[in-house]
């Protein structure tokens, strides 16, 4: 591509990340050292205090989907990942972006708007989506290194990508799952806010999971403890793995979990079993497993990932079923990881309102989009707004309906 509107900074598209180095990529990805990273034990409602060092965009997870053909070939998600460089090839900003051909593993529903664009006459595919493929986890998109020029590179980042747009005549450019300062940037540029709830834990400086229970109603307290001694009343075991831990019997279990999983959500998982074999060989030291056993054998699991303040919970599943095991294993299990290890909060996917009795707490997400066509734009932005305040209505509705103590409630 051609020079940036920054003087002295070009853009660039790199179909694989096999041609970044992964030092470069990292820099921009993670710009705060892990060690460094500020901790927010109360983050914001709408998600803005997201983990500054977020699994999801390094170049090692990155590259492990590449790698693995999970994005790729006939995936739907082509790599075109953008790069802002000074004149020395150093580079200063960097976006996780895909040419998108569908609208699948991105957790932002936009399908309504292809099919109205579509009756219409129009041509919605391809897309531009930047984004951690087939991860609903806010963090990060404008990659940007700690410089003195983040600012103009963070521009220069964003009009690369309507130029990008433009080129591959594109309908759209969507970056879902982002946090401040992208959301501000890209809100001045143009960009039309996206909002929707997800529920997230935070630890409030607890010293044991009790720590934590002693902050519901007394009703609710009695039934989280109920709920964990059932999970476990048939011999049940979990275990939490990490590292050199993650052998590839291991993973060969977990997988079979995944894919009972996903063949009953929506037919065919997103990652292939190659995926967690390199995301394990790569960043394994990042990756909490939590493994539930039963008669000597694994029977269902889930897969987290550590930021620098935060776990993430992603993936699960299981070959037995049995009452209250999803919670314990996903849920339950997380929260007693983030207080033993002194992470701030847990992030534990999309969607579940059922999260909310077990003291998880709303929190608004937001993605940012940019339609070409005012045709399509128009009424879009007009949904959005009655969409956000629907999005914030509901939120302060189900923060008052929580597990917590209150005036209201009995301690």
Known sequence: M??????????????????????????????????????????????????????????????????????????????????????NGQILAAAPSFLKSHSQGEYVFDHGWADAYERAGGRYYPKLQVAAPFTPATGPRLLVADTPGADEARVALIAGLEALRAQTQSSSVHVTFAQEPDVAALKRAG?????????????????????????????????????????????????????????????????????????????????????????????????????????????AGAINFRGANTLYGRNWGCIEDHPFLHFEVCYHQAIDYAIAHGLSRVEAGAQGEHKLARGYRPVITRSLHHIADPGLSRPVAAYLAQERAQIADARTALEAEGPFRSTDNDG
């Open 191 to 299: 960009y039309l806010e996206r909002n929707d709830l997800q529920f997230h834990w935070r630890n409030e400086g607890f010293r044991s999971y009790d720590d934590f229970l002693a902050t519901l109603a007394s009703r609710k307290r009695k039934a989280l403890k109920r709920e964990r001694r059932e999970a476990l009343s048939a011999g049940i075991t979990v275990e939490a793995l990490s590292g050199r831990e993650l052998t590839e019997a291991v993973w060969d279990d977990f997988y079979g979990f995944y894919q009972d999983t996903g063949s009953r959500k929506w037919g065919r998982p997103y990652l292939n079993r190659e995926f967690f074999s390199r995301v394990g060989e790569a960043m394994g030291e990042r990756i909490v497993l939590m493994m539930a056993r039963r008669a000597g054998r694994y029977i």
């Open 2 to 87: 051609s020079d940036g509107p920054e003087e002295g900074l070009s853009v660039r598209v790199a179909t694989s990340l096999k041609a970044v180095p992964a030092g470069a990529w990292n820099a921009c990805a993670n710009p705060l050292a892990l060690q460094d990273a500020l901790a927010a034990p109360c983050p914001p409602a709408d998600g803005s205090g997201a983990d500054r060092d977020n699994p999801f965009v390094s170049h090692e997870f990155l590259l492990a989907l590449e790698e693995s053909r999970c994005i790729g070939g006939r995936s739907g998600w082509s790599p075109a990942y953008l790069l802002v460089e000074e004149g």
